[in-house]
């Protein structure tokens, strides 16, 4: 519910940075059209919009860094919000907390950040079936310990471990 104000503002950002280049671009062809109206033709035109579109993906790349921003906090979020429910003995809300949290952490690029989130997220889903007595599941564990050993937080890797050799005795 929260994410989709998220994207909007992030659509509205969007929206406003083009409109804001295309007003730029509009009133420099604008002058440009002034300047060349005698001799110059159509090619020189061409060239100077061509290079004035050059510019468009930078606004691009600044979204895709606070879209990533905001998705790794939803996933916070939606960790936290797990946490709490498990707490209250909400098993079920709690792993559809954690799989919300999942969501977001898979439409993330790769980084440690990123990993370090889902191995802890992974970890927890395998720790709360194995606290509430359902079945756990393996891939869960699996999962966690890959992510758990490409990070450098040692914390989660212990916690991988852990729960690792927990598994195998």
Known sequence: MVIRKRFSLLDFFATTICSDKQA???QRT???KEKKRGNKGK??????????????PIPLA???LMLKDELILQATDNINEA???AQQGDVHGSM?????ALKDLHAVQPSNERDVLLAQVYLARYENAEKFKL????SDLRYGYSYAKTTKNVKVRGLAEALWQS???
């Open 62 to 64: 600044i979204l895709k």
């Open 43 to 56: 090619k020189e035109l061409e060239c100077f919009e061509q290079q004035n579109t050059s510019n468009l």
């Open 167 to 169: 598994y195998e005795e």
């Open 24 to 26: 730029e671009n509009k």
């Open 135 to 138: 079945s756990p599941d393996i």
């Open 30 to 32: 604008k002058r440009k």
């Open 96 to 100: 559809s907390a954690y799989e919300e």
């Open 83 to 85: 946490k709490a429910l």
